[in-house]
């Protein structure tokens, strides 16, 4: 039975910083054991940490705090991992990126665009069929952004994933 199954009324997004080295196949043994406990990724980002032939991941999964902290510790154990830690949920600064090609005719372009302008985000590419849109914030934030726009106008997304960190003191 899947966690989800099991405790689904106890659920709730925790994001997890991992620093492990830079090396092929340790994301996805990293990946692999949270999968295989039952959990699912709702995302996962990777890139350069402080230290040269390091790299940071930042992992959400949902999950309950006891189950979380015990993938917190097999994911310590593991050979190639340096630092697990939980980001703190009331205390966080989380983004996601996301790139976004909507269809549009020439008379509909201004009205995109000032919707475009509302959600602080960015025309990276614009041509006579469409233009490609770039929205940076929070997860619901993008949600958001690609929901203002008919489904049928999205050619198509790319998202980056959430990166977070704990805020100063």
Same mark, same amino acid.
């Given at each position: 039975?899947?966690?989800?199954?099991?405790?689904?009324h106890n659920l709730k997004d925790f994001t997890i910083s991992? #620093?492990?080295?830079?090396? %092929?196949?340790?994301?996805?043994?990293?990946? /692999?054991?949270?999968?295989?406990?039952?959990?699912?990724? $709702? /995302?996962? /980002?990777? !890139?350069? @940490?402080?230290?040269? !032939?390091?790299?940071?991941?930042?992992?959400?999964?949902? !999950?309950?705090?006891? *189950?979380?902290?015990?993938?917190?510790?097999?994911?310590?154990?593991?050979?190639?991992?340096? =630092?697990?830690?939980? #980001?703190?949920?009331?205390?966080?600064?989380?983004?996601?990126? *996301?790139?976004? =090609?909507?269809?549009?005719v020439n008379g509909e372009k201004l009205e995109m665009f000032q919707l475009i302008d509302v959600? &602080? @985000?960015?025309?990276?590419?614009?041509? %006579?069929?469409?233009?490609?849109?770039?929205?940076? !914030? /929070? &997860?619901?934030?993008?949600?958001?952004?690609?929901?203002?726009?008919?489904? $049928?106008?999205?050619? $198509?997304? @790319?998202?980056?994933?959430?990166?977070?960190?704990?805020?100063?003191?």
């Open positions: 039975m899947y966690l989800t199954e099991q405790y689904p991992v #620093v492990a080295y830079n090396k %092929p196949g340790v994301m996805a043994r990293i990946c /692999s054991l949270i999968t295989r406990r039952g959990f699912n990724i $709702e /995302s996962i /980002s990777a !890139g350069d @940490a402080k230290d040269d !032939g390091m790299y940071r991941l930042t992992i959400v999964i949902k !999950g309950d705090d006891r *189950a979380v902290e015990q993938i917190q510790k097999q994911i310590h154990k593991m050979i190639d991992t340096v =630092k697990v830690s939980l #980001v703190n949920q009331e205390n966080k600064i989380e983004k996601e990126m *996301a790139l976004v =090609k909507v269809k549009a959600y &602080k @985000a960015n025309i990276v590419d614009t041509t %006579p069929e469409g233009f490609v849109a770039q929205v940076v !914030g /929070s &997860k619901e934030k993008v949600n958001r952004f690609i929901n203002v726009f008919p489904k $049928e106008r999205i050619v $198509e997304i @790319a998202r980056t994933g959430i990166v977070a960190m704990n805020r100063w003191n």
